[in-house]
């Protein structure tokens, strides 16, 4: 098989070294993101008791996705050469499991993972691998892998956590998403499925119209995985504005908003719109006061509504 190098910069006793991991030929970089000084909470072990226990690592923690236009791979085809080498490069696999072992819908939102596009988790099809490198005291280096498959292509995230893993941490030219996903992802599925409706808190339209800004936006990635996972869920996208204008006009650009949020649903995640409704209510179900600005500007918003399943 024809290799891609990816170079992943790890700590070592001594001076900072280059590991690489070898990506198949075809893969691209699709986002990059590195942050120092940071914290990582690296999974440790399986969702379990409502929960993923976490291994915390501070310094500098370096991700990046990457994508692979080929059908027919599976996550263990792409993780076990990956695996591997870490192991052959002194790590100690500290957890490695398959999807529904992992926990599933659960497991992926107490995870961090980039923002879609760039990243896709299909919640049937993944494997997550955590690799520590050993240490007289507690780890102070970890690497994470997670791979996922869909129908025509394969997906791969590496978040690199540790002391001096980089000495010019910044953030990338790939967007990032106003909080992190998992964080985002995480809150909006819980919230959506425990309470029955959520905010989409991140969306950004052009000023006085209709139209949604290109993003990214977490809340859509993440209503996206829940309406994957949960196939035959219907929702409703409710627009709301503050009580600027006419009560009429301000319903029919709620509505529109609602319909563009719908819309974006459809073309860039995928998602059946007999399965997505729109709706305007205007000014009529405030959550603030809309006598001070900030009243007004928590009320100009969307929510989703779970319909039934």
């Not at 976490?54 to 695996?83: F, K, Y």
């Not at 957890?95 to 961090?112: I, M, N, S, W």
């Not at 896709?120 to 102070?140: D, F, K």
């Not at 995640?269 to 729109?278: F, K, L, M, V, W």
Request: glycine share 10%.
């Amino acid at each position: 098989m024809i290799l891609r190098a990816l170079v992943l910069w790890t700590m070592l006793a001594g001076p900072v070294t280059a590991l690489e991991l070898s990506l198949p030929a075809a893969a691209h970089l699709t986002a990059e993101r590195n942050t120092g000084p940071d914290r990582y909470a690296a999974p440790a072990g399986v969702f379990r008791d409502g929960q993923v226990v976490t291994l915390e690592i501070e310094g500098d923690v370096r991700r990046s996705a990457w994508r692979l236009n080929q059908q027919g791979l599976t996550p263990l085809q792409i993780m076990r050469p990956l695996r591997q080498q870490l192991v052959d490069e002194g790590f100690e696999i500290l957890l490695d499991c398959v999807a529904k072992a992992c926990g599933g819908f659960d497991f992926r939102f107490a995870t961090e993972t980039l923002p879609g596009p760039h990243m896709y988790v299909n919640i049937r099809a993944y494997q997550h691998v955590t690799a520590v490198r050993p240490s007289a005291v507690a780890p102070r280096e970890v690497v994470t892998v997670l791979a996922s498959t869909a129908a025509s292509s394969a997906y791969v995230q590496v978040i690199q956590a540790g002391e001096d893993v980089t000495k010019d941490a910044v953030v990338a030219d790939a967007p990032s998403p106003v909080a992190p996903v998992a964080q985002i992802a995480g809150d909006l599925g819980a919230r959506l499925l425990g309470q029955g409706h959520a905010v989409l808190r991140d969306l950004d339209f052009e000023t006085g119209a209709s139209d949604l800004r290109a993003g990214p936006y977490g809340s859509l990635n993440a209503l996206a995985e829940v309406l994957r996972a949960r196939p035959a869920l219907r929702v409703a996208l409710v627009g709301h504005t503050d009580t600027v204008g006419g009560l009429d006009g301000n319903i029919a650009l709620s509505k529109r908003r609602a319909q563009s949020v719908r819309q974006r649903m459809i073309d860039s995640y995928g998602i059946d719109g007999a399965r997505i409704q729109a709706e305007g209510m205007g000014f009529l179900a405030p959550i603030a006061s809309n006598l001070a600005e900030e009243g007004r500007e928590a009320n100009r918003r969307v929510e989703v509504i779970v319909l039934g399943e």
